[in-house]
């Protein structure tokens, strides 16, 4: 897969993660590999575009043992971009399935 | 372990221009998934691996940060003196010493100089591949004019594309890296086979590309029995070549397995996840080298299609500033062969090599 069009669809999907609730980066990545193929070195940085951009908000939880972790929490910016996010990328996928049935359909 | 893996991202983040709170973060994040995996229960060198070299993420890292340009103390003098220096120790050899050749290759460190002072701005991964051909040219015009090996002495102008996939190992797999260099491997074991004798025979040592490429099969009990009929080809073919009576011909059956199974998996292409236009400028360089080696007899010159590595390399993986710098050493090395070779100029065609300190002036100012 074209890897910018990947980065993308991780994009929204870590947007979506987070919105259902505030993770830490590893915790993120842990879920999200569960399903698709990632690993931090393509997570943190979109972690990091996206709080950059308004998207997130960051806080430090201290733990019993260990470092304290950084949480990310979607901001009223970043839910209504997954919105957008969401709406196109159904948009997207209603084609392709047009396309691929019409195909079907054909032979 | 770990406080040397951050200190090594932190050295290579300072390269880049990039504030540095988003440096910090990014070590943070580093330092968190470095200790989140040992908490999982792995070792350092385990985690290291999993994270990445910090050479092979810093570009996902700084993806739209530019590189810094740190100058070399006195770099504009230095080129400009380069000329003046080179002069005086040609007319000095010449002169003193009656060595007007080869002493004329000591203009070679107008070139150089010009090259470390600009590249060396970005410490660019690809500085050695740009000083690279005057390396090989001395190397080829000593061991030509002194020792008359023009054949095989043309080979160390292999090192030029070999150094140009090298520099880009951070970015490949180390199993596409070893791919990637076969078909270098291959060549020089076929020349050195050749001069002794054994053209018919060697190029069997080609067999060495495929042999890399079918280690990225994903089935490994497949990759075993793969590797298996081509070395237990390879094996049956020279024996039956060697110690029996029987013709070439015949001997080639022993690796008809290999190829029929090869056929039946050929819709996997044997080098794996190297990027598709790597593969295809290696491949088309080597069917050309070959090609206009077997039917023009040039091989002294046919090793110059190998360039197209290293400038497809540099092409893509070199900044806009510096691109032209880096290639002009290429261009200039192929139009120094191609005059020296044709028209037997070798002690003129040098002048050439003058268009990359005058490039280098030109793009810093």
């Known amino acids: 897969m074209n890897s910018q069009f990947k980065r993308g669809i991780i994009e929204m999907c870590v947007l979506k993660m987070i919105s259902r609730e505030d993770m830490y980066g590893f915790q993120l990545i842990d879920t999200i590999s569960q399903e698709i193929e990632v690993n931090e070195n393509t997570v943190y940085p979109i972690l990091r575009r996206l709080t950059k951009q308004g998207l997130f908000d960051t806080y430090t939880k201290s733990m019993n043992i260990g470092a304290p972790r950084k949480y990310y929490s979607i901001t009223e910016e970043g839910t209504l ?4 996010y969401e709406g196109e990328w159904r948009k997207f996928l209603d ?8 195909n079907e359909n054909e032979k | 372990m770990k406080s040397k893996y951050l200190k090594d991202l932190s050295i290579l983040l300072d390269d880049y221009q990039m504030d540095r709170f988003e440096k910090q973060d990014i070590i943070n994040d580093y330092s968190e998934m470095y200790d989140e995996w040992i908490e999982k229960g792995y070792y350092e060198d385990e985690v290291e691996k999993k994270l990445g070299h910090p050479r092979s993420i810093i570009r996902d890292l700084t993806e739209g940060h530019k590189k810094i340009e740190r100058p070399l103390p ?7 003196l380069s000329p003046f220096v080179a002069t005086i120790t040609f007319l000095i050899l010449g002169f003193g010493f009656d060595l007007w050749h080869p002493g004329w290759m000591i203009f070679l ?3 150089v100089t010009a090259i470390i002072m600009s590249m060396g701005k970005t410490k660019q991964d690809h500085l050695s591949t740009a000083l690279s051909p005057f390396g090989a040219t001395v190397t080829f015009l000593l061991l030509g004019f002194v020792f008359d090996l023009w054949h095989p002495g043309w080979m160390v102008f292999l090192i030029i594309p070999v150094l140009g996939i090298w520099n880009s190992r951070y970015s490949m797999r180390k199993i596409d890296l070893l791919t990637a260099l076969s078909p270098f491997i291959a060549v020089v ?4 086979l050749g001069y002794y004798g054994y053209f018919a025979e060697g ?3 080609f067999l060495i590309i495929p042999m890399f490429g079918i ?3 994903p089935n490994k009990k497949v990759m075993l029995l793969w590797e298996f009929l081509l070395i237990g080809g390879v094996t049956g073919y020279l024996y039956i070549l060697l110690y029996t009576e029987t013709s070439w011909e015949y001997a080639l059956l022993a690796l008809v397995p290999f190829g029929l199974f090869s056929l039946y998996k050929s819709d996997w292409s044997i080098d794996g996840n190297m990027p598709k236009r790597y593969r295809l400028v290696v491949v088309l360089s080597l069917i050309a080298f070959l090609a206009v080696g077997f039917i023009f007899s040039v091989w002294t010159i046919s090793w110059l299609f190998f360039l197209a590595i290293p400038v497809y390399a540099i092409s893509t993986e070199v900044g806009n500033k510096q691109r032209i710098v880096a290639l002009t050493p290429f261009i200039a090395l192929t139009i120094f062969m191609l005059v020296g070779y044709f028209f037997n100029l070798w002690h003129l065609s040098w002048i050439v090599f003058l268009i990359i300190p005058m490039t280098a002036i030109y793009k810093n100012t």
Do not use: C, D, Q
Not at chain 2, 74 to 80: D, N
Not at chain 2, 189 to 192: P, Q
């Open chain 1, 95 to 102: 084609g392709v399935y047009r396309i691929l049935g019409g």
């Open chain 2, 109 to 111: 460190i107008i070139p």
């Open chain 2, 203 to 205: 190029w069997v040592v």
């Open chain 2, 215 to 217: 280690f990225n099969y």
């Open chain 2, 74 to 80: 006195g770099s504009e003098k230095v080129i400009a």
């Open chain 2, 189 to 192: 074991a076929y020349t050195v």
């Open chain 1, 81 to 84: 971009k997954l919105s957008e």
